[in-house]
């Protein structure tokens, strides 16, 4: 390959692991810790935060107007200019040349409209950068703690789910079946490497790492086997509606819950309808009356997926029942054409949809936008679980290696490299520098993986990250070694590097191979902390190789090519 094709390829792959760094970089060094801790939170955490932040800008601006209503807008409430400006402009009044603060609440409709414009920017600020954690290098337990979770199997549920007693062995093979289905939640979820294992006959332990955020958690227990379709009754949705609004005390019960009236006949329930906020929080939006019978249970649900509607281009979620809940559904939806449809999780009605023929397996819902579409369509896929589960503890634990440990850790991987720059330098002269290059490079190379793919750093992934730079190394002295036998036969420094590179290349690739094929068989078989090393390990073996045979050899290039008649510097002997 040409010189000038190996420089833009490398340019490109340099220009690749910036695009995919950035959020791991940004993260961990241009967030401060404080709003770290505010990011992570609980999307509720985040609601009450960006609310009380608001209500206090607020109560701030009031003051001053109060004060003095020419007082100049202090920076820090220089957020808000954009939008008064474009309030100004659909009000068709003048923007104002200098900001007052009588002149920011000019720009505001009244003070409902100015506050959530402070509740907006608090809370774009803070769901942004948890959007940003989510795609930077996650660290696992053992090294920065994470979320420790007990499930335990609801058994009564189950029997009563049977219509009969479950011996121990049912119970746990209901249990072992609802790990792999967990697995699989948790990996459409987006969450890094858990571990999830079988404790005792009825308990499921979850270890994820990365902060406490119980939102984590819900999205994967969400519809925890409780997922069902049930029939609305609209006529009896509008008495309710009536009822509550004129009885605002009758609507909870002194617990909390929903207060069934006693208007509603037997086999009719009122339930809530719940739709997401701007924060990704169930809010309830309104009641309605649905039957008590379950009309259709999820798990006869096999498949769910997003779409967009071909006439209206509305999000769309479309799934597929098996042969026994297409037979169920047929009949159910037969019998109740032009009427309302519910999808009810967890007590909570999360979607509606008119019934306008009877549908047998391939079921299509809509009136959701595509955040919700999409998270409706995981759920589904996931919901059905064959014993209920129940949280019995969610703790946060801290990281087991401990923080003395990590940074001895740290301070171990950094003497390790001081002292391989050192050797290479001190056997090589400056062609051990370029050595260097190119191993400071396969660093990047790795992290910028990883962090792509998102995948969890522990301790044993740290462990095939040194051991790769210890095998790059050893690539570039394959290659060195080869230039210097090369020039010993009194070849040119061109021809030296050129038959180096070329002699070396099967000799380097021969031994990467063989460690990349056991890479992959660890990767498939192992477990989830071998399966941490083997994909690092597998990653740096690839970078490495292109470190050497592109990086290098592009350098080498650069060094030598205008440069006949003088000694290249591989060795600090006299040639």
Same mark, same amino acid.
Not at 342 to 353: E, F, L, Q, S, Y
């Given at each position: 390959m040409k010189k000038r094709s190996r420089l833009v390829i490398v340019l490109l792959v340099i220009l690749m692991c910036g695009f995919?760094?950035?959020?791991?970089? $940004?993260? /961990?060094?241009?967030?401060?810790? &404080?709003?770290?801790?505010? @990011?992570?939170?609980?999307? !509720?955490?985040? $609601?009450? /935060?960006?609310?009380?932040?608001? &209500?206090?800008?607020?109560? @701030?601006?009031?003051?001053? !107007?109060?004060?003095?209503?020419?007082?100049?807008?202090?920076?820090?409430?220089?957020?808000?200019?954009?939008?008064?400006?474009?309030?100004y402009k659909a009000m068709k009044k003048p923007v104002p040349k200098t900001w007052t603060v009588a002149a920011l609440f000019g720009g505001f409709y009244n003070e409902q409209d100015l506050f959530d414009s402070c509740e907006q920017y608090y809370r774009t600020e803070l769901l942004g950068l948890k959007a940003l954690s989510a795609k930077a290098l996650q660290l696992g337990l053992d090294l920065r703690g994470g979320m420790s979770i007990l499930l335990e199997a609801d058994v009564k549920a189950f029997e009563a789910k049977k219509g009969s007693?479950?011996?121990?062995?049912?119970?746990?093979?209901?249990?072992?079946?609802?790990?792999?289905?967990?697995?699989?939640?948790?990996?459409?979820?987006?969450?890094?490497?858990?571990?999830?294992?079988?404790?005792?006959?009825?308990?499921?332990?979850?270890?994820?790492?990365?902060?406490?955020?119980?939102?984590?958690v819900n999205s994967f227990l969400r519809g925890?086997?409780?997922?069902?379709?049930?029939?609305?009754?609209?006529?009896?949705?509008?008495?309710?509606?009536?009822y509550y609004k004129a009885n605002p005390s009758e609507v909870y019960t002194d617990s909390g819950a929903l207060k069934q009236p006693d208007f509603l006949p037997a086999g009719k329930l009122a339930a809530g309808y719940y739709v997401s906020d701007s924060y990704g929080i169930d809010e309830l939006d309104r009641f309605v009356v649905i039957e008590e019978e379950v009309g259709l249970d999820g798990s006869h649900l096999e498949s769910a997926t997003t779409s967009t509607d071909g006439i209206t281009g509305r999000p769309v979620v479309n799934f597929q029942l098996d042969s026994v809940g297409g037979d169920v559904f047929y009949k159910l939806t037969s019998t109740h054409v032009n009427e309302t449809l519910?999808?009810?999780?967890?007590?909570?009605?999360?979607?509606?949809?008119t019934i306008t023929q009877g549908i047998r397996n391939s079921v299509q819902i809509s009136g959701f936008n595509a955040a919700e579409a999409n998270d409706l369509a995981i759920v589904l896929r996931t919901a059905a679980l064959p014993i209920e589960l129940t949280v019995s503890s969610q703790q946060a634990v801290g990281a087991t290696l401990g923080e003395d440990a990590v940074a001895a850790g740290l301070?171990?991987?950094a003497l390790g490299l001081l002292l391989v720059v050192l050797l290479m330098f001190g056997y090589y002269h400056v062609?051990?520098?370029?050595?260097?290059?190119?191993?400071?490079?396969?660093?990047?190379?790795?992290?910028s993986v990883l962090s792509a793919f998102n995948f969890t750093l522990t301790l044993t992934s740290v462990a095939g990250l040194i051991l790769t730079l210890g095998m790059a190394v050893d690539t570039n002295v394959i290659i060195f070694e080869r230039i210097k036998e090369e020039r010993r036969l009194g070849k040119s420094d061109i021809a030296s590097v050129r038959a180096g590179f070329d002699k070396a290349f099967w000799t380097v690739m021969d031994a990467n191979i063989t460690t990349i094929i056991a890479a992959l068989v660890l990767s498939q078989l192992g477990s989830s902390s071998v399966k941490g090393f083997a994909n690092t390990l597998a990653i740096g073996i690839v970078s490495s190789v292109f470190t050497a045979l592109f990086v290098s050899h592009l350098i080498f290039d650069a060094a030598v090519t205008d440069r006949e008649g003088k000694k290249l510097h591989i060795s600090w002997r006299k040639n």
């Open positions: 995919f760094l950035y959020p791991t970089l $940004k993260w /961990y060094g241009g967030v401060p810790q &404080s709003t770290k801790e505010l @990011a992570t939170g609980s999307n !509720v955490q985040i $609601k009450e /935060y960006s609310r009380g932040q608001a &209500s206090r800008d607020l109560r @701030a601006l009031k003051e001053l !107007v109060a004060k003095d209503s020419l007082t100049i807008l202090p920076d820090e409430y220089g957020y808000l200019k954009e939008q008064a400006k474009a309030n007693s479950a011996t121990a062995a049912q119970v746990t093979a209901a249990v072992k079946q609802d790990i792999e289905i967990l697995e699989k939640r948790i990996d459409q979820f987006g969450v890094s490497e858990p571990v999830i294992r079988l404790q005792g006959t009825d308990q499921i332990l979850i270890e994820v790492p990365g902060a406490a955020d119980p939102e984590r925890k086997g409780s997922l069902e379709f049930k029939m609305v009754d609209t006529a009896l949705t509008t008495q309710l509606d009536a519910a999808v009810v999780m967890d007590g909570k009605v999360k979607a509606m949809a301070k171990a991987i062609s051990g520098l370029v050595a260097n290059l190119a191993l400071l490079f396969n660093v990047v190379i790795m992290l």
